[in-house]
């Protein structure tokens, strides 16, 4: 007896805990959603509107040249020269315009309510399609849209790392996401790309400034799930996050897509 008292205590304080860290991820995942909304509003609202009427600016003094030089003499070698710098000026601003405006897309592309997982996904996929010339591919199972909101959130967040890593550095010509449900219950998500791949161990970290990967791997664990990176030179990535049906116990009444 004393030892089945034993085993039903240690089984008793493995299930609080559990809980415990899931009852903790869903309000990480709160917290998340409410801070990074407030910077993309604030983004918005100050950097990006300011780099966009610069370019504005920009765009006028370079009509305004034009269109005044038409009836004057032809432009000098210095004028052209000014010109040349100045359409650089005005094309790296835009540039920098956009980038910021995926940048805000991507800290307010976590799921809202009234959205499912799948349509989270399709957009996701659309947006980051966009202005790349891989083909990007998704298959997800329908019985996905039933996770939780926190557990969709985070995964979201992965896979919005995992197309960001192959479309701008590995170069492929197509990408795949797969979402399946396990037997059981869980989810899995798959990313496989035909790009250039790289060596495991001798990819840029976090010292370097590089905090995709780690990300990942740290939204894996948060969930009580698992990541898997198969890579090499020249044979393309594939990235494989597995999530347990225990990460959704006891959350199904709230957060829910419907």
Known sequence: MTILRREVARQTARALAEESARA????????????????????????????????????????????????????????READRHLGVARRMVEHAADQLRGTVWSLRSLPTDGRSFSAALEELVERAAAGHSARIGLDVDPGA??????????????????????????????????VTTRQGGGVAIEIGDDGAGFELGRQAGPRQGHFGL??????????????????APGRGTRVRIEVPAEAFAGLSARGVYE
């Open 24 to 79: 903790k991820a869903a309000i990480d995942y709160e917290v998340t959603l409410r801070e990074r909304n407030r910077l993309a509003a604030n983004l918005h609202d100050t950097i990006l509107q300011t780099v966009t009427g610069i370019a504005f600016q920009l765009k006028v003094c370079q009509t305004w040249k034009q269109d005044g030089r038409m009836a004057a003499e032809p432009a000098t070698a210095g004028e």
């Open 145 to 178: 849209d039933g996770v939780p909101a926190y557990v969709a959130g985070n995964l979201l967040l992965a896979v919005q790392e995992a197309l960001h890593n192959a479309l701008h550095h590995a170069g492929p010509a197509a990408v795949e996401v797969t």
């Open 214 to 231: 780690a990300g990942m791997q740290k939204r894996g664990e948060r969930l009580g799930g698992t990541l898997e990176i198969d890579t």
